[in-house]
């Protein structure tokens, strides 16, 4: 089975400081690993997905993520936040060779950005 | 339009009424998936065609959620007898590719039907 964990349900940033989120997963075969975005009264937007290529992933708005294997997580940053980044994040994780496009999400980790 | 189409957007129910909510993929796409997302949880994953094929039910969480996509385009998430604990968002998301290795590719979502059973 497969899941992942995002530490924290808020996080607050000033603008223009660093943005974190934090994504932990668990999986018993290789995962194919994203990150969603989800602004209010939307549909989820895809920011970026790491799929076995190269670790650093970089993805729409600035943000980039870091597949670590050894610490199993998936790290959501950018490094000047905008009042635009406003919303809530979900890292979510699926399994190499099922249904790929089968998603298990996270909690999600609203973010809020201030002045 | 170019998007995951959902309707009705909002809907409230009576409890033990039947609902149908509506998803018009993006043409094209041959993945379809139905997730629930409860107020303040992440999106949970109920049901999947490739095409016609209803290929994974696995999320449905009870005999009183019924999907169906008869011509692999247009699906409809029905939920029969509703209670309350069915009240939450249920999102539709589309994908051009199918299932397996090639499959990763991204999921396109709707708005999002909101249920609100009282």
């Known amino acids: 089975a497969q899941s992942v964990t995002q530490l924290g349900s808020h996080v607050s940033v000033s603008e223009g400081a660093l943005v974190l989120l934090r994504c932990n997963y668990s999986s018993s075969v290789p995962p194919y690993l994203f990150w969603y975005v989800q602004y209010p009264n939307q549909g989820l937007q895809l920011l970026l997905k790491?799929?076995?290529?190269?670790?650093l992933v970089k993805g729409i708005n600035g943000f980039e993520a870091e597949f670590k294997k050894s610490e199993t997580s998936f790290h959501l940053t950018k490094p000047s936040a905008h009042m635009s980044d406003a919303a809530e994040y979900f890292c979510a994780v699926s399994e190499v060779g099922g249904t790929a496009s089968k998603l298990t999400f996270g909690t999600g980790t609203r973010l809020q950005v201030t002045l | 339009g170019a998007g995951v189409s959902q309707s009705p957007r909002y809907k409230v129910a009576k409890r033990g009424q039947d609902v149908a909510l509506r998803c018009d993929p993006i043409s094209g796409h041959v993945s379809l998936f139905w997730y629930q997302q409860a107020l303040g949880q992440g999106p949970e994953f109920l049901t999947y065609?490739?095409?016609?094929?209803?290929?994974?039910k696995s999320g449905l969480p009870s005999d009183r959620f019924f999907a169906e996509r008869p011509e692999g385009s247009v699906s409809t998430l029905k939920i029969q007898r509703t209670q309350q604990e069915d009240s939450a968002v249920y999102l539709c998301a589309s994908s051009f590719l199918g299932s397996g290795r090639a499959g990763t590719g991204e999921l396109f979502f709707g708005e999002g039907s909101r249920l609100t059973v009282l």
């Open positions: 790491y799929t076995s290529a190269a670790t």
């Open positions: 065609f490739q095409n016609e094929a209803q290929l994974d």
